[in-house]
């Protein structure tokens, strides 16, 4: 009997959006898991762009298998496409990947980067990646905020993304430093302000 499955790398993984069967993780060989997509409208615009995952040639990706019934595979196909595709930077592919534990093999559609798209970021430098993850506000929210949400899911599903742990090490140690900077400056103002003469 023909099977129908959707493979999931980011956000898809705890908020898929549409009905499945069954699900559990998987792993895709051929592609890894990066912030390689300039974000326009969900985390950020085209003057100020953020950053979003992509499924990026090379490697390999642990991720969520979703099995959909026959009967609602071309609603969900549709949904998933509005969901991807709003400025087509994903192309939507039929690829192997493995059902993990026992490393079962059947096909699924997922969504890959497309390299030759305006939106294609690349490989930035980790400098690049802080500047669009600080500046990135879309219709869906923070690009901060975004990047570490999908940390810590990836944490909770046991999936350790190196990339993402670094940059979120950095971005947390960034805010707490300016958040410790302006009561720095209250207390050091305080002190001069007291014993300052009036007229000086």
């Known amino acids: 009997m023909k099977q129908f499955w959707i493979f999931g790398y980011g956000s898809l993984m705890w908020r898929p959006g549409f009905a499945f069967r069954r ?89 890959i980067v497309d390299r030759h798209h305006p939106q294609y970021a690349g490989t930035l430098t980790p400098q690049q990646l802080r500047h669009h993850v600080r500046q990135g506000q879309g219709i869906s929210g923070d690009c901060t905020d975004y990047v570490l949400n999908t940390r810590d899911h990836l944490r909770s599903m046991n999936i350790h993304d190196a990339a993402l742990e670094a940059l979120g090490l950095e971005l947390e140690a960034q805010a707490a430093t300016m958040t410790e900077q302006p009561s720095l400056a209250t207390s050091d103002a305080s002190p001069a302000t007291s014993t300052r003469p009036r007229n000086a």
């Open 23 to 111: 699900s559990g993780p998987a792993l895709i060989h051929g592609y890894h898991r990066r912030l390689c997509v300039y974000s326009h409208v969900h985390r950020g615009t085209p003057d100020r762009p953020g950053l979003v995952l992509g499924l990026d040639r090379g490697g390999s990706c642990h991720g969520v298998a979703f099995e959909i019934e026959a009967s609602a595979w071309d609603e969900t196909i549709s949904y998933l496409r509005e969901r991807e595709q709003v400025t087509n930077v994903y192309v939507e592919k039929h690829a192997a990947i493995q059902l993990l534990p026992l490393r079962e093999t059947v096909g699924a559609v997922t969504y």
